[in-house]
């Protein structure tokens, strides 16, 4: 097996349990997003699917952003999987498993980026089987997408009005996940880093190349370096602990493995302000595991 330093775990959990959900039958779009997140860092899967599903059975002009949050339950599950024993001791049996969810989590990625479609009264598995019908080939279609550069205007702009204040004074939401692209784009990121690591671990794949896995994180840390996955989650009792730091750790975590020790701690720095570059790696791993 090929050697790699240090495996991250991707996702922290959640602190606190939302709590038993009593009045579903009122929830609105919104909620089901709530919720469907929740569950996804309660580590969740199949409720965290159940509620994006219902999500896409409301009125509401663009679902992207649940199929954003399935997409991030299949990447986790991706993530689950490659962080196992099995997956660890057994990585040639791994890899297609893995894949199969990362395939998955393609299939969702690519759909939440369609506006032109009704995809309401469908769910996750629906989405799913156009994906896998034969004149579909998920890879080319995900692959000529810039992600990264993904705009919608039009869906962003619907969810971003939907908080704001109406002629009285009133906001009917206060929080309307108009940030799903950040999501999407993260959700990319580490699909491709799950790859890269596969590619580490498993002797019959070509090493994917750490630089370019590198400006893929750093490309969207430099534009976005104040990044929450809370700032437009909803408002119940309940935090994550997912930010711009995890991201740096990850960055300096990779510059690390490349024997890059002077830009790993300058990435360490970003999230350890008592951090000193002494030339000592330990101090640099000591920092990157608090944040991750």
Not at 18 to 30: D, I, N, R
Not at 165 to 192: A, P, S
Not at 202 to 222: A, E, N, P
Not at 238 to 243: G, L, P, Q
């Amino acid at each position: 097996m090929k050697k790699i330093l240090f495996i991250i775990i991707l996702f922290l959990s959640c602190e606190e349990e939302l709590g038993v959900e009593e009045f579903s039958e009122s929830f609105t779009y919104y909620d089901y997003l709530a919720y469907g997140w929740a569950k996804i860092f309660e580590n969740d899967l199949e409720l965290a699917l159940h509620y994006f599903d219902e999500a896409l059975n409301t009125e509401v002009d663009y679902y992207n952003s649940a199929i954003v949050g399935m997409g991030w339950a299949v990447t986790y599950t991706a993530n689950n999987l490659l962080n196992s024993e099995t997956c660890i001791n057994n990585s040639d049996d791994c890899t297609s498993v893995v894949d199969e969810d990362r395939n998955k989590a393609k299939c969702y990625y690519y759909r939440s980026t369609l506006t032109d479609e009704d995809l309401s009264l469908l769910n996750s598995d629906q989405i799913l089987e156009w994906c896998d019908q034969d004149d579909v080939d998920i890879n080319t279609l995900y692959g000529n997408i810039d992600i990264m550069n993904i705009s919608l205007t039009d869906a962003v702009s619907y969810y971003t009005n939907a908080c704001m204040e109406d002629e009285n004074g009133n906001i009917e939401f206060i929080n309307c996940f108009e940030n799903f692209l950040f999501d999407l784009q993260v959700g990319h990121i580490y699909l491709e880093y799950i790859s890269y690591v596969q590619s580490i671990l498993d002797d019959s794949i070509i090493d994917q190349s750490i630089d370019d896995i590198i400006l893929l994180f750093d490309t969207f840390y430099q534009s976005n370096s104040t990044y929450d996955i809370m700032d437009d989650k909803s408002n119940y009792d309940f935090s994550y602990d997912f930010n711009y730091k995890n991201i740096a750790a990850t960055i300096s975590q990779l510059y690390l493995d490349n024997g890059q020790y002077e830009l790993s701690c300058q990435y360490a720095q970003d999230i350890c302000d008592d951090l000193e570059c002494s030339g000592n790696p330990l101090e640099v791993i000591d920092c990157i595991e608090t944040n991750l």
